[in-house]
């Protein structure tokens, strides 16, 4: 068996069929497709069922709710396949893209792939790519200014099943601390600059949520980040990259969000503590540079005087 793909399944009716159909259709032969149905209370549960009674490549498994965490690190030791890749059931990909993405591996610990970001509004549509295209010293810094998705790759299976890693359970952003390691210890990355993965953006999905607060749970898994990268010794190699990482998440991008939420005072004053007490010069990175100028703007204006200027802008 050449590939294994653990698909989480957590009441996905309306979008779950699509999802296993780019499976089913898949060109990669040696292949195997393990659904984790984490305690469904919709139709999920009976569509899944379904696809692993008529589909010889699906297997099916149902456990308690746990999340998608947990989920993923259920089927891991039941994967067979000499790599391992995961999709969320939501999403949907390319016919031909898990072939392609394990010719492309080579010798590689992970094979990166490009991302549509699919809203229903054609008009909002953009691909990502996987592998950033800004200078860095080394694939492994590139790989680490690039999206930390789980499921826009595939990895060398032994990577979970023998270095053990898992992801964080009950929290957000948990791709984070996982991706990150295996992207700063690869001997090797390899990227295939094709669009294989469709990421579905709707209403009342985790991550479109701004009013939940679990969104501070960035602060957590960003702790976590820093915490396994000076327990490895890598820290100071990967600072810059990991700066922009808190950049980006802090006071960029994850600020938007931050704005949008109930709770941003609590999120802007931790953002605060967090970057100058880690990051004290995080104005100087070099990444920013790459950024477009309105961002460029945002970073070196946006403050708790300021807020007042930007809050309308950003809330619309």
């Known amino acids: 068996m050449r590939l294994s793909v653990i698909v989480p399944i957590y009441n996905v009716e309306a979008y779950l069929k699509m999802?296993?159909?780019?499976?089913?259709?898949?060109?990669?032969?040696?292949?195997?497709?393990?659904?984790?149905?984490?305690?469904?209370?919709?139709?999920?549960?009976?569509?899944?069922?379904?696809?692993?009674?008529?589909?010889?490549?699906f297997r099916y498994f149902r456990k308690e709710n746990g999340g998608l965490s947990d989920a993923r690190n259920f089927a891991i030791p039941y994967a067979r396949g000499t790599y391992l890749a995961f999709l969320d059931s939501d999403d949907w990909v390319e016919p031909d893209i898990y072939e392609h993405m394990l010719e492309q591996i080579g010798d590689a610990d992970v094979c990166l792939a490009d991302i549509e970001y699919y809203y229903e509004d054609p008009a909002k549509?953009?691909?990502?790519?996987?592998?950033?295209?800004?200078?860095?010293?080394s694939v492994q810094k590139k790989a680490l200014l690039s999206p930390l998705f789980a499921w826009n790759k595939i990895y060398r299976a032994e990577l979970f099943q023998k270095e053990g890693y898992r992801y964080p359970v009950g929290t957000w952003y948990e791709d984070h601390p996982v991706t990150t390691m295996i992207f700063a210890k690869a001997m090797s990355?390899?990227?295939?600059?094709?669009?294989?993965?469709?990421?579905?953006?709707?209403?009342?999905?985790?991550?479109?949520?701004?009013?939940?607060?679990?969104?501070?749970?960035?602060?957590?898994?960003?702790?976590?980040?820093?915490?396994?990268?000076?327990?490895?010794?890598?820290?100071?190699?990967?600072?810059?990259?990991?700066?922009?990482?808190?950049?980006?998440?802090?006071?960029?991008?994850?600020?938007?969000?931050?704005?949008?939420?109930?709770?941003?005072?609590?999120?802007?004053?931790?953002?605060?503590?967090?970057?100058?007490?880690?990051?004290?010069?995080?104005?100087?990175?070099?990444?920013?540079?790459?950024?477009?100028?309105?961002?460029?703007?945002?970073?070196?204006?946006?403050?708790?005087?300021?807020?007042?200027?930007?809050?309308?802008?950003?809330?619309?």
């Not at 996987?130 to 010293?137: F, K, P, R, T």
Request: hydrophobic share 35%; proline share 2%.
């Open 19 to 57: 999802c296993l159909d780019s499976l089913d259709a898949q060109t990669c032969k040696e292949m195997e497709v393990l659904l984790v149905d984490d305690g469904s209370t919709d139709g999920s549960s009976a569509i899944a069922k379904h696809f692993a009674e008529t589909h010889e490549r």
């Open 125 to 137: 549509r953009f691909v990502m790519k996987g592998l950033s295209a800004w200078d860095a010293d």
């Open 189 to 316: 990355i390899a990227y295939l600059p094709e669009c294989g993965f469709h990421y579905r953006q709707r209403e009342g999905s985790i991550m479109a949520s701004t009013k939940d607060e679990r969104i501070l749970q960035i602060f957590t898994v960003l702790e976590q980040v820093r915490t396994n990268f000076r327990k490895e010794g890598l820290f100071e190699a990967y600072r810059e990259e990991l700066e922009y990482l808190h950049v980006e998440h802090l006071r960029l991008y994850g600020m938007f969000r931050f704005i949008r939420s109930d709770c941003w005072e609590t999120c802007y004053k931790k953002s605060e503590e967090v970057m100058n007490r880690e990051f004290p010069n995080w104005k100087q990175n070099r990444y920013l540079s790459n950024l477009s100028r309105k961002n460029r703007v945002f970073l070196k204006l946006y403050h708790r005087s300021t807020a007042w200027l930007f809050h309308p802008l950003v809330k619309r």
